[in-house]
């Protein structure tokens, strides 16, 4: 194939996965918890620099590559009051641990409840965990400090549990707002976030940044798009031409 119909074919694909992605984060705009994509793109240099394979004499000299790869915008989104006291939203980095039948999962989402064995967990029945294992409670009234410590009529129950990745350490959604990672999490630094009894966090979409995107991918995509098929019509009119030598 044509370099230049490589080079189009290539920034449509990119194209496409950006609109994929600007697609997924405006479906969850009202996903309590839920954190942004944001599509990166790099250049890739080529094992041997060009010059050198041209010196070289390659038939083919390998070129840089541009590869596009979506990352979690961790930024927390708008806190809003319910006055639910089983209501925790995260102020500042971290995620909560559930204990879900596949593992352990990472969710910002905020409401949680307490299950016929007493023990606090998610919407999904997912138990959250505090710093010494899952947190068991007694029917009556909950308070949660900004440090995470649960108490029950001035007796401690437990501590949540609260983890931020380190570097270099991605973000893989399962939905239903719970995420694993590909890497390690370490403990959130002392005061670095607090939890929020009765709130809970919205979504971290920009409607208006999401749409510059959109119409970004789109413009470009329909560029690519009139660029291949004038170069089409190039090469028919020089086919034909040909043809009447």
Do not use: C, W
Not at 21 to 28: E, F, G, I, L, T
Not at 186 to 201: L, M
Not at 231 to 240: E, H, K, Q, T
């Amino acid at each position: 194939m044509n370099d230049l119909m490589l080079t189009t074919l290539s920034a449509m694909q990119r194209d496409a996965y950006r609109l994929e992605r600007v697609s997924a984060n405006m479906a969850n705009m009202l996903t309590p918890g839920y954190k942004r994509e944001l599509v990166v793109e790099q250049l890739e240099a080529a094992a041997v620099p060009f010059g050198q394979q041209v010196t070289d004499g390659m038939a083919a000299p390998v070129t840089d590559e541009v590869t596009v790869d979506a990352r979690r915008d961790l930024k927390p989104g708008p806190m809003s009051r319910t006055g639910r006291a089983l209501d925790l939203a995260l102020s500042g980095p971290g995620f909560y641990e559930v204990r879900t039948p596949q593992g352990p999962a990472y969710t910002r989402q905020a409401s949680f409840r307490i299950d016929d064995r007493g023990e606090l967990v998610d919407a999904a029945g997912n138990a959250l965990m505090g710093t010494n294992g899952a947190l068991t409670l007694a029917p009556g009234a909950v308070d949660v400090a900004a440090d995470g410590t649960v108490r029950q009529e001035d007796r401690v129950v437990g501590q949540l549990r609260v983890l931020v990745p380190d570097a270099g350490t991605r973000m893989q959604a399962l939905g239903g707002g719970l995420f694993v990672t590909e890497g390690r999490l370490s403990a959130v630094a002392e005061g670095a976030a607090g939890v929020r009894q009765g709130f809970v966090e919205g979504s971290n979409v920009d409607t208006a940044q999401e749409m510059v995107q959109l119409m970004g991918a789109v413009r470009h995509f329909e560029s690519m798009t009139r660029a291949t098929q004038m170069y089409d019509d190039m090469m028919g009119l020089a086919v034909r031409k040909l043809a009447d030598l």
